[in-house]
C-alpha cells in the first residue's frame, strides 16, 4: 500500500514562528502537493512539486514556501506563522503518467493552530 | 482556470433514503472527475473516479456518479443512505501537467434515523 505520511497531526504554534511541516512517501512518486482544507472552502492548492527541487505555486502560495531535497520528502515551511494560517494541512502525492490511473494518496492532514 | 462548484454545502436526509451530491465543474479540456470522502477526524478517502469509456462509474460503498459532459456535471448518487454515510463528500476535476487536483467547497451529508 502506498503510505503518505505526515509527520505531525496536531501543532500549536505562536505567532511569527517558523513552522515545518513534514510529508513522506514511499512509493518513489514524482508529483506531491500541499493542500490546505477550510470549512466552506475545500481543499486548496499551496504548492506542488513534479521533481527534486523543482516547485510551483498552486493558487494561494503566499506566506508559504516548500522544500523538495529528495525525491520521497516535501516539506512545508510558514516563515512567519501569523493566525490566518490556523488550518488542516494535507499533504499528496502521485505517480505521474499514464500508469498512475490518475490515484491521488493523501496523507492524514496536519491540525495547525497559531496563537 | 477550471473550477469545482458543489451545488449543496448541506444534504440532510433520513436512513434508507436515495441522495444525490451534485457537482458541476467548468473546463474547456478533457478532465478527470474524482468524488472523495472525508469522515470525521480523518483523512480523504476516494470513493470513486472517471478516466475515460463508460459514463456511470461506480464506487465503494454503494456510490455511484454519472458524467455527463454536455452538463459538464458529475453528480454522486446513492439509493439507499446509511447513518454510517455521514461524512463530508468532495468533488474533484484533475486538470493540466502534473495531475494537480482542483476541489470543490464540499457537501456535508447528514444522515438522520
Known amino acids: 500500500d502506498v503510505k503518505v505520511t505526515q509527520s505531525s497531526r496536531y501543532l500549536v504554534k505562536r505567532t511569527g514562528e517558523k513552522v515545518f511541516l513534514e510529508c513522506v512517501q514511499d512509493?518513489?512518486?514524482?508529483?506531491m502537493f500541499w493542500y490546505r482544507q477550510d470549512p466552506g472552502l475545500g481543499l486548496r492548492l499551496i504548492y506542488f512539486s513534479y521533481d527534486v527541487k523543482m516547485k510551483e505555486k498552486g493558487d494561494i502560495p503566499e506566506g508559504y514556501s516548500v522544500s523538495r531535497e529528495k525525491k520521497e520528502r516535501f516539506s512545508l515551511i510558514l516563515e512567519s506563522a501569523s493566525t490566518n494560517q490556523t488550518s488542516m494541512y494535507l499533504c499528496?502525492?502521485?505517480?505521474?503518467?499514464?500508469?498512475?490511473?490518475?490515484?491521488?494518496?493523501f496523507g492524514e492532514g496536519s491540525w495547525l493552530t497559531v496563537v | 482556470a477550471q473550477s469545482v462548484t458543489q451545488l449543496d454545502s448541506q444534504v440532510p436526509v433520513f436512513e434508507e433514503a436515495p441522495v444525490e451530491l451534485r457537482c458541476n465543474y467548468s473546463?474547456?479540456?478533457?478532465?478527470?472527475l474524482f468524488w472523495y470522502v472525508q469522515y470525521p477526524n480523518q483523512g480523504l478517502q476516494l470513493l470513486l473516479k472517471y478516466l475515460s469509456g463508460s459514463t456511470l462509474v461506480k464506487g465503494i460503498n454503494g456510490f455511484e456518479a454519472e458524467f455527463n459532459k454536455s452538463q459538464t456535471s458529475f453528480h454522486l448518487r446513492k439509493p439507499s443512505v446509511h447513518i454510517s454515510d455521514t461524512a463530508e463528500y468532495f468533488c474533484?476535476?484533475?486538470?493540466?501537467?502534473?495531475?494537480?487536483?482542483?476541489f470543490g467547497a464540499g457537501t456535508i451529508l447528514r444522515v438522520k434515523s
Open positions: 499528496a502525492s502521485i505517480l505521474r503518467g499514464a500508469l498512475s490511473g490518475n490515484t491521488i494518496y
Open positions: 473546463s474547456s479540456v478533457s478532465v478527470y
Open positions: 512509493m518513489d512518486h514524482e508529483n
Open positions: 474533484a476535476v484533475s486538470v493540466g501537467y502534473g495531475n494537480k487536483l482542483v
